[in-house]
């Protein structure tokens, strides 16, 4: 019993970051229609963003309080990443908003190997370690002689609190303030809102902009939480965000999180009880068999086809 609960502490904290990732994504689906598959590599980008800032703010200038450490390493990291969300919708996607669905589907794939290989070369190949920063914790259950003690990090009770703020944040903003109506009109009919006065570009602008905050954030957590990240964590990530996006439903951000969850579960459960080499395979055949009897996810609505 122990070690199920453990377990899925662990599967709730990897599910929270993969959750944020995710809202990216189905956030730029719902409103244009188009996959982000640089989004994982943003996520990617506000991690390395976040180490630089650290390192600058201990070894430079000498900050040790590391509550304000954070704070500053958080909203610069935010920024930043929302320049590179910003600058990736601009020059790569906007352009092509009206071709055919092909080609921003091929512009993103680009985009993405662009970013990684942007890193790589600036930062070089190997793995970037950051010590723990965030220590202890709570002990939940006390283990036996045959049993473990079910921890309960103060890291993980973070990154869990972090993500029920923020998502309850992103819903209270698409429901209640003039952007989330602006988004939501777009997502129904861009031409008509763009009729009725919503300035479109700028719209679709700040939804790339929010998606790459909320990586900035998952980019720090993330580094925080297993202390070492690499240019090749955005893609598997991006992956896993995107497989949560769609089994939670593309185009719902309730889903999203849901499907972030699922996917962290499943991955902690099946590394745990079962081999951790097929990991990735139990949570693609989970997809799998989602979507044969949900075709649009566990939250997702049917497409309606205007006529």
Not at 41 to 55: E, K, S, T, Y
Not at 183 to 189: F, H, L, N, S, V
Not at 274 to 279: G, T
């Amino acid at each position: 019993m122990e070690y199920f609960v453990q377990q899925l502490i662990n599967g709730l904290t990897l599910g929270s970051i993969y959750g944020l990732i995710a809202i990216g994504y189905t956030m730029v689906y719902g409103i244009i229609g188009m996959i982000n598959f640089a989004h994982g590599d943003v996520f990617m980008i506000g991690a390395f963003i976040a180490l630089a800032m650290f390192l600058i703010l201990t070894t430079v200038f000498g900050f040790v309080f590391l509550p304000v450490v954070l704070l500053i390493v958080l909203i610069v990291a935010m920024i930043f990443t929302s320049a590179w969300g910003w600058t990736v919708e601009r020059l790569a996607y906007r352009p092509l908003r009206g071709s055919f669905r092909l080609a921003p589907l091929i512009t993103a794939i680009g985009m993405s190997i662009v970013l990684q290989n942007f890193v790589q070369i600036t930062q070089g190949a190997r793995v970037k370690p950051l010590p723990p920063q965030i220590q202890g914790g709570i002990t939940l259950m006390e283990g036996g002689a045959n049993s473990i003690s079910v921890q309960l990090s103060y890291m993980q009770i973070i990154i869990i609190l972090t993500t029920i703020v923020l998502m309850a944040g992103f819903t209270l903003l698409i429901t209640r303030t003039s952007l989330g109506r602006a988004q939501r009109a777009c997502e129904q009919d861009r031409k008509m809102a763009a009729l009725l006065g919503i300035n479109v570009d700028r719209t679709i602008s700040l939804t790339f902009v929010m998606g790459a905050a909320l990586a900035a954030v998952a980019g720090l957590m993330f580094l925080l939480l297993y202390g070492v990240i690499d240019f090749y964590i955005g893609f598997l990530a991006g992956v896993k965000a995107f497989t949560a996006a769609v089994l939670g439903g593309i185009g719902s951000l309730p889903g999203a999180m849901l499907g972030g969850l699922l996917i962290g579960l499943i991955e902690v459960f099946w590394s745990g009880y079962f081999s951790v080499e097929y990991k990735d395979v139990a949570a693609f055949s989970i997809l799998a068999i989602v979507l044969i009897f949900l075709p649009s996810g566990l939250l997702g609505q049917p497409e309606v086809e205007k006529v």
